[in-house]
Each structure stands twice: as C-alpha cells, then as structure tokens.
C-alpha cells in the first residue's frame, strides 16, 4: 500500500505542488491502481507469448537532411542567452 510520505516524494520528484486534499486523493488513487497490478499478478501468463505492443507499429519519421533555415531570428528569438546570431552557452571545458 502507498502512504501519503511515498505521493509526496513522487509529487516532490516530478516538481508538482499538491494541497492536503489533492495528497488524500493520490494516495486512495495510487494505490487502488496498484492493488490492481497485485490482480494482475495473480493471474497464469505461463503460455502468452511474451509482446510489445498489442498491435504492430512502425515509425514514420522523416529523414533527417539538412535544410537552410528561412528564419534564424525566430530560432533565437526564445534563446535565454545570445550573441548576435547564435546561441550562447555557459563554458563547459576546464582549461586547467
């Protein structure tokens, strides 16, 4: 079973903020979801073959070519850092 310490640790590592009620609520929740898996547990898969997916997928991605870019201002427009037109990064190599 799932205590409230264990959804705030999860809340804290996933960086959300949750009020009392919302604590209560996850807490009931997670571990109905997880009493569920303990059913699944119980059940023989001995002789299921073993799967990825439940149906058969494949991915459609475009090649990757390189193409000039129509407008590099709108690329920097959200950069946090720049100088001129390229992005500017903290140093990461040790001179010593």
Same mark, same amino acid.
């Given at each position: 079973?799932?205590?409230?310490?264990? /959804?705030?640790? !999860? @809340?804290?590592?996933? %960086?959300?903020?949750?009020? #009392?009620?919302?604590?209560?609520?996850?807490?009931? &929740?997670?571990?109905?979801?997880?009493?569920?898996?303990?059913?699944?547990?119980?059940?023989? /898969?001995?002789? !299921? @073959?073993?799967?990825? %997916?439940?149906?058969?997928? #494949?991915?459609?991605?475009?090649?990757?070519?390189? &193409?000039?870019?129509?407008?590099?201002?709108?690329?920097?427009?959200?950069?946090?850092?720049?100088?001129?037109?390229?992005?500017?990064?903290?140093?990461?190599?040790?001179?010593?």
């Amino acid at each position: 079973m799932i205590d409230r310490d264990q /959804v705030r640790k !999860v @809340a804290h590592l996933a %960086r959300l903020e949750l009020s #009392s009620q919302e604590e209560e609520r996850f807490t009931a &929740q997670l571990g109905d979801i997880l009493d569920y898996f303990e059913q699944l547990g119980e059940l023989d /898969v001995s002789e !299921v @073959a073993p799967t990825f %997916r439940a149906i058969d997928v #494949s991915n459609v991605t475009r090649p990757d070519v390189l &193409q000039p870019c129509d407008n590099p201002e709108a690329l920097l427009e959200n950069a946090p850092d720049r100088e001129g037109e390229f992005f500017k990064v903290p140093k990461i190599i040790n001179a010593d």
